[in-house]
């Protein structure tokens, strides 16, 4: 039973334009919530978080939209670059269990095309 | 970035041996994480650890037992190593921030191929 589910394993967009990576998740419990990119050959890179107060954080060209009645999450990139290619993996944690263990999504591959 | 090391890098090895791998951090963060990476899976978590000599398994730990003797090292021990069990290993650490997690900050990742 996977918890945490990126549906799209890739996703191809223009240079300039904005990509949309989506995640959804079935643990009411989760409360805290990750996105990572991550190059071939390297470890994951932290990108963004949120917290189930908030419905919306902006870092930069990176915003996580939250909807908690949905359970789902979603990462904007505007305006998209080719080094923004790179997979993206989306991680979900329950801050009341206290184990601070992430649940990570299957990834979607991102191209950005020039 | 944050200070966390993997060794060794790259490791072939045969089936039935005994393999460890070690995660070193420089950060002094209390959390530390074991994760594999393989195709169609993401990121599956074998053992974590809270503390020094306390760990749980995560969702993939059979075959593999962990250590915690200091803050800055933790090793993943693959008893006898199968085939099943080639794939990229990554260590992570993280930190508690308040009432939420800390983020958790990845190392370079271990590949491992058991032949």
């Known amino acids: 039973d996977q918890q945490v589910k990126q549906n799209s394993p890739s996703l191809s967009v223009q240079e300039g334009r904005i990509s949309i990576l989506n995640c959804d998740y079935t643990n009411s419990m989760f409360d805290y919530f990750l996105w990572y990119k991550k190059y071939p050959a390297e470890g994951p890179t932290f990108l963004i978080s949120i917290s189930s107060i908030k419905d919306k954080n902006e870092d930069g060209r990176f915003t996580v939209f939250l909807n908690k009645s949905a359970k789902h999450l979603s990462l904007h990139i505007v305006p998209s670059q080719p080094g923004d290619s790179a997979v993206y993996f989306c991680?979900?944690?329950?801050?009341?269990?206290?184990?601070?263990?992430?649940?990570f999504g299957t990834g979607t591959r991102l191209k950005v095309l020039a | 970035d944050a200070g966390i090391t993997q060794s060794p890098r790259h490791k072939v090895t045969e089936t039935g041996t005994p393999v460890t791998l070690r995660c070193h951090q420089t950060?002094?963060?209390?959390?530390m994480y074991w994760y594999r990476q393989d195709p169609g899976h993401g990121l599956r978590l074998i053992h974590y650890?809270?503390?020094?000599?306390?760990?749980d398994k995560g969702e993939v730990s059979d075959g593999y037992s962990v250590s915690r003797s200091k803050t800055e090292d933790f090793l993943l021990t693959l008893e006898s190593a199968t085939s099943s069990q080639t794939s990229v290993y990554f260590c992570?650490?993280?930190?508690?921030?308040?009432?939420?997690?800390?983020?958790?900050?990845f190392g370079p990742g271990t590949r491992l191929t058991v032949t």
């Open positions: 991680a979900a944690s329950a801050s009341t269990s206290g184990t601070y263990k992430y649940i």
């Open positions: 992570a650490i993280s930190e508690r921030k308040g009432q939420f997690p800390y983020e958790q900050y």
């Open positions: 650890s809270y503390g020094v000599k306390d760990t």
């Open positions: 950060e002094n963060h209390r959390y």
